[in-house]
Every structure is written in C-alpha cells, then in structure tokens.
C-alpha cells in the first residue's frame, strides 16, 4: 500500500500525461494529511484573485460575490512571501484581506458530499461559497473544514475567503512574526491563507475524526472513530492493518456515531527513534455490502512512559538530542516551498547528530510530522503564544485553538511531548494551567510542559524544563550536575520573591535544558556578539563543551540546540537560511552530538526516589527588594572600576549609594541605571556556622557575574522576567568566611532594558 495519497483521482477525458503535467504547476501539489487522506479529492492551490482591504468595507462593496479582485496571488504562500507573487514582506501592516477563485466539481464527486479544507488561515476567516456564508473559524495555526454540499451548483463556482488579522491587538497569538520589523528573534509575518486549501468528496455518512492509540504491551491498536451519518442505516467500520503490505490485523464494529476498534496484530514491530516501523491503516465504512467511505492512514506502534528521571519509549531511555526548529523559509515564510523542503529540514538535523527538534512557536503542518514519523525523528508540539497579551476575554479562542491542533496531529508518533507556550511569566498562570488541563484531557498518552523556560506553576508538574544560554561550558556543566544532583533541586524561592513555581511534591521528575547554544557565527560578512568566537575552532571547541556538558549529564533526558538555521538576521543556525547550506563540517558536528549519553547507559546514579522535598530553612545575608529592611543600599559606578574591585578590602567610598532594584524602565525600580554596565558593592556579615546550602535568587537583564570576597560564585548570561533561584552551594562554601564579606556584582546590558536585583539565602 502507498502510504502517501498521491493526487487527483478525476481524469474525465483529459489525458493522463496532460493531468500530470497541470499537476507539476499546482504548488504543494501532494494531498495535504497522509494520515487521513481519501481518494476522491481536488487541490485549490494556485492561482487566487487577491484584494487588500485597507478600509474594511469589502462587505458593503460585494467582494463576497462575484466582484473580481485587484490583485493575484499565488496559495498557499502569504502575501508577504515571494513565493505568493507579491513579496510585500513587512512593508505593510495588512489586517483586512480577501481571496477568490472558481472551481468545478469533478466528475467523480458528483453526488457526493463534497467538503472544503484549509489547512491553516492566520487569523480569523470568513468563507462564502457561491455568495452563501460556508463558515468562519478564528486561530491561525489549526486545520478547520465546511460541508459545502448544499451551496454548490452545476458549471463553475465561486469561493471567497475574508481574513481578519490584527496581530497587533494583543488578543491574539502570533509566534515569532514582527510587529514591525525584522529584528533580534522576530521576523517577516504571514498574514492569511499559508496552508493548502482542497476538495474532498465523501459518502453520505463518513469517518470524521480517528484517533489511534497504540498499545506495544499488548501487540495491538486501540482505534476510536467519529461517524458523521446523514441517516440511521446500519453501518459497519472496518479497520485494517498492514505491515509490508500484508494483512497483520483487523476488526470490526456496526452502529452509527462513534465505534471503538482493537486491531489484534499478529506482527510486533515497533516505532523507535532511528528505527521507524509504521503500519498502514484502512479504514472503511460501509452499509450493507456498498462501501460509501473509505480512508488510508497509518500507525506506529510506541508508548512513552516516566519513570523517576527518565522518559522512556518502549522501556528504552532514548536521549532527546533536540535542535529548534523555527520553521521558517526564505521564500515562503511559514510555508515550505516544498515536501521536499520539510523532509530535507529533518535530514539535515539528523546529519549532525540530532535525534529530534522542538518545533519553535509554530505548528508544524501534517506533511512534516508524516516525515518524523517516517525517519523515526522525535518532535515536542508546540503553540505560537508570543504576541498573546493574556486578556481573559481571548481565552476561549486560544484552548478551543489549541483543543484543534491536538486532535489533529494526536495519531503522529513522532511527537513525543507538547509544550503550548513558551518563555511565559505569571501572567500566563491561569490559561497556561487551563491548556495544560486541556492537554491532558486530550492526550493523555504524552507528557505535557505548561510552558517552556523559566518559570513554571503547575503544583505537580510530570516534566521540568530551563533555557541556559550559558557561553562558558565549565559553567554550565558544573551548573546543572550541582542543581539537578544537590538536596536543594527544584526547590523554589521563597514565596515573598513570586514569579516561582510552588514547592514539588516529588524530587525527582524528568527534566530537559530546552534552549542552549545560540552561539552566533556567520562566514558571509554578517555581525556577531562581542562574546562570540572568533576563530572557527573556537566555535567547535565552545560547541562540544556545550553538547558534552548535557551528554555527560545523567539528570537529564535530553536538550534542545539553538538553532537548525540562521532565520533572517538571526545568525546562530548550523546551517545557512536562504540556501540550507551547512556552516560547519557535518561529520565533525555529528560525531560530537551522537556519541553515547551517560542517560543512555541506563546509569546507577539516575535517581528513582519520589521522597518528599524537604522544607529549606534560609537565611538571608543580602536582602533583594522583596527583603524590606534587610535590602540596603550598594555602592556602585557605571565605569569599569579598578581591578580588584570585588575584593574585601577594595576601597568604595567614593562611588554612589543606591538601593536594588537597579534598571530602566520598570515601575519597582529604585535607581536609575541606563548605561551599559553597573558594578555593585556591599558589605554584610556571616556567622560562620557550616553551611548546608548556599542559593542566589536574582532578576537580571543582562549577562551578570556575581563575586564574593573576590571570588566568582555565579556566571550568568543573557536575562530572565522574574526572580529565579540558583545553587551556589560549593562555590560559596569556597568564599565564604566568618565575620565581614564582600558581595560584588557586574550586570552588562547590551540590547534592550536594565535590570538587577538578587538575594544571597544560605541554609545552615
């Protein structure tokens, strides 16, 4: 059996070599869902009439019937893309936009009932066919469809879609698309039709939904279908299921709305990462002995489940060599020019040694998750929440969104985790808890991040996650042993300091550091950072030291590497944006990302124990703002000092006095700071009685290095939004002395607002 739906199945009287030649001047002309795909269907990409509505008055002028528009377009590529024809790229700020074209009903779908998909439309869509409103859909990212059956008409009709996308409200979601320009992680938008748009014809009942769990336990699928009838005849299902081509399983069901199947196989064979095994699946509805539906899809056999640390498929420890996949295409944005394209992507992630990809706010169309599961590539779903202000009154559009999305890619083994949002703070705690409910109700069969980055809120959270930016290997290695190893693991400031989760009931959970990297380089002319490495051996050097630090690390159960390729001006990719070309010796990335984890070798030192947290008991030596009384006045300068300002003895008298919070901008701000750099001081005193645990709690935009007594206990780089806590255990035993100390601390502020605040806590 052919996995893949292969295209149009009307022929009439046009020859076959004619159809095909039409066919290879159809963009995207392959069937848009190999997992769900019928015979019997009609691809609408192509040539559309286009019409940007800078008044919104397109109603009170006709354009939803039969008023030609001013412009062409070609779909599925947006308006801001090259490959639509227009190329108007950030140019314009375009809300208010119209399709159109005609059609004729093929032969073949004559008395059937005929549905109209599109497999996504940004953001809010209106489609008329022939002048008669089919239906509207609001979210940018999911699928939607419309029985248009009954608003068809013999000869040519007429589709008309309105878009609506005001991705500047703040109410709606828009991932990494700009506002305004392209700059730093933003870029170009896409505005309207960016998925195919097809026919499909299907009996008078049919198989609406299918969901497929498998069960490798037990050699077999559960299968639940959704029938959508137009009578009460007797109905049978029938599932049927394929290994090579032979027949390895079968059931059958009989009643209207939804059966449940369990295909029985009589060949185990699983799907893994590296080693893919997929079934194909048959599905057919009939009444009586006539067959009025019939769909092809496919399975693989896998199961995910959490054990202590590890998250294990089929029993297995698979580390999750991730890299970030943005999605992105010169030419077509968030559109692929190609399967070709989507399949390439995948390929070449896997050349470097990579095992899967966070699939970076966006939602990764079927066509691409067909080719993860085909190359055993495992992926994290994920929602495009940047630009999403949070406003209650938008949240039933966000979940019912994001309810589409799972039940559309829900069948793909590929995907082994979802994370909805991404680098979300407190004020997304309500809807990100409400998603991540709804994610479990859902699909209960994967694990589930309410948010990726820093700040996480679910009280029993099965999955943890932080980006690290980290340019310094040694510390970020020594980093994450010591805060996935040390007693004090997953423990949360305290309470007064907010922006935290709330105390884990169990210690240990699986945890991932999902951004690394980002290490900037660029052999054609581009700009880089002033930290990033110059010469291209250091660039290696700096990239196996960050790998390794996570490889050797037996706490965690994978990473993310930023980035697949360079996206616009953002230069930190493996691979060039515009011709996919690698920067670097493949080989050599490869043989450095794939070697054996020691999460792998199913290592003794994986901790298993579900204990309860103990109850820390901090003290505080240097008071953050939260602290009242205890956060006094540092002394500071904005010019470089001498070097041996962070030393006990160094002599501050003549620099200002402040009180932290230090920054720009943000109304608890309580000094001014705008420049480039701060140095702070100040004093405090210590008991000397043994410490038990030592902890900075810090808010810094940007890179910080924090000293006592001289000594460095704390790197950071990059900036986070809220208060987090980081062990400083060891390295504060070291530095630490009985009677008067000196904290030092250096906040560099290169893009964007000034911020820094923290807390010194010691447990004794």
């Known amino acids: 059996m052919n996995r893949i739906c292969s295209g149009l199945v009307w022929m009439g009287a046009v020859l076959m070599a004619d159809v095909l030649s039409a066919l290879a001047e159809v963009p995207r002309p392959e069937h848009p869902r190999p997992d769900l795909c019928r015979e019997n269907w009609l691809t609408l990409n192509g040539e559309w009439q286009f019409e940007i509505d800078k ?27 090259k490959l639509s024809g227009l190329g108007l790229g950030n140019s314009e700020k375009l809300k208010d936009v119209w399709y159109r074209r005609t059609f004729e009903v093929p032969p073949a779908m004559q008395d059937k009932r005929v549905r109209i998909h599109f497999g996504g439309v940004d953001y809010k869509a209106w489609v008329y066919l022939n002048g008669q409103l089919a239906g509207a859909h ?41 506002p305004d320009r392209s700059d730093g992680c933003i870029y170009t938008r896409t505005t309207g039709i960016w998925q195919p748009v097809w026919l499909e014809a299907v009996g008078r009942s049919f198989v609406e939904t299918l969901a497929v769990v498998p069960d490798p336990d ?31 399983g079968s059931d059958t069901a009989t009643g209207p709305w939804q059966q449940t199947l369990v ?23 009939s009444s009586g002995n006539t067959i009025i539906d019939e769909l092809k899809s496919y399975f693989g056999l896998r199961k995910l489940t959490i054990d202590g640390r590890k998250i294990l498929i089929n029993g297995k420890p698979f580390f999750q060599r991730l890299i970030l996949d943005q999605g992105f295409y010169p ?17 070449m992630s896997l050349a470097c040694g990579y095992n899967g990809a966070r699939l970076h706010q966006k939602v990764f169309e079927p066509r691409f998750l067909y080719w993860a599961d085909k190359l055993g590539y495992m992926v994290w779903g994920e929602y495009p929440d940047w630009g999403y202000e949070f406003h209650p009154e938008s949240y039933a559009a966000c979940v019912n969104e994001w309810i589409e999305i799972l039940l559309r890619d829900r069948n793909h083994p590929a995907i082994v985790g979802w994370c909805p949002f991404n680098e979300e703070d407190q004020r997304a705690k309500d809807l990100s808890q409400m998603i991540w409910n709804v994610t479990k109700a859902v699909d209960p069969t994967r694990p589930a991040l309410e948010t990726s980055g820093w700040t996480h809120t679910l009280p029993n959270p099965e999955v943890l996650d932080a980006h690290d930016y980290e340019g310094s290997p040694g510390v970020l290695r020594n980093r994450w042993l010591e805060r996935l190893s040390a007693t004090i693991e997953d423990l949360p400031a305290p309470p007064r300091y907010g922006n935290r989760p709330a105390p884990t009931p169990s210690r240990i959970i699986p945890y991932m550091v999902s951004e690394i990297g980002g290490v900037a380089w660029e ?20 990239y196996q030291g960050t790998i390794d630090a996570m490889l050797d690390n037996p706490h965690l159960f994978g990473f993310c590497y930023t980035q697949l390729t360079d996206v616009e001006q953002e230069r930190n990719g493996l691979y060039f944006y515009d011709n996919r070309k690698p920067k670097f010796d493949i080989a050599r990335l490869r043989a450095i990302t794939s070697r054996q984890a020691a999460y792998e070798r199913n290592d003794s030192t994986i901790a298993k124990s579900t204990a309860p947290l103990p109850k820390p008991v901090w003290k505080v030596l240097v008071g953050a703002v939260q602290d009242g009384d ?122 964007g607002g000034q911020y820094i605040d923290l807390a010194l806590l010691v447990e004794n």
């Open 523 to 542: 052999t054609q002319g581009g700009q880089r950072n002033g930290e990033e490495p110059r010469k291209l051996e250091e660039f290696y050097t700096r």
């Open 630 to 751: 205890l956060s006094t006045p540092y002394a500071y300068v904005t010019e470089q000092p001498a070097d041996t300002w962070t030393e006990n003895s160094f002599d501050d008298r003549a620099w200002k006095t402040g009180r932290a919070p230090f920054g720009h901008g943000p109304q608890n701000v309580r000094t001014d700071w705008s420049t480039p750099d701060i140095y702070l001081r100040k004093k405090f005193e210590y008991d000397g009685a043994t410490l038990k645990h030592g902890a900075v709690v810090i808010n810094y935009d940007e890179d910080t290095e924090i000293y006592v007594n001289g000594e460095k206990i704390l790197s950071l780089c990059g900036y986070i939004t809220c208060y987090q806590l980081t062990s400083v255990t060891d390295a504060l035993k070291k530095a630490l002395k009985k009677g008067t100390n000196t904290l030092a601390v250096h906040t560099h502020q290169a893009v």
């Open 218 to 248: 037990h050699a077999r699928a559960l299968i639940t279908a959704k029938i959508n009838g137009t009578s009460n005849e007797p109905l049978t299902l029938k599932a049927q299921a394929f290994a090579d081509g032979k027949l390895v």
């Open 331 to 347: 030419e077509g944005l968030w559109t692929a020019p190609s399967e070709e394209a989507l399949k390439q992507d995948i390929e």
């Open 138 to 178: 609001v979210g940018g990212s999911a699928a939607f469809t419309f029985d248009i059956t009954k608003l068809l008409k013999d000869g040519i009709n007429e589709v008309v879609v309105k878009v609506f996308d005001d991705m500047w409200s703040g109410l709606q979601p828009r991932g990494k698309q700009t």
């Open 263 to 285: 295909l029985n196989l009589t060949e185990k064979k699983l799907w893994e990462p590296g080693s893919p095994f997929l079934y194909d699946l048959k599905v057919t509805l």
């Open 55 to 81: 008044a919104a008055d397109g109603e009170s002028r006709g354009l939803t019937y039969g008023k030609a528009l001013n412009a062409k377009i070609t779909v599925p590529f947006c308006p801001e893309s």
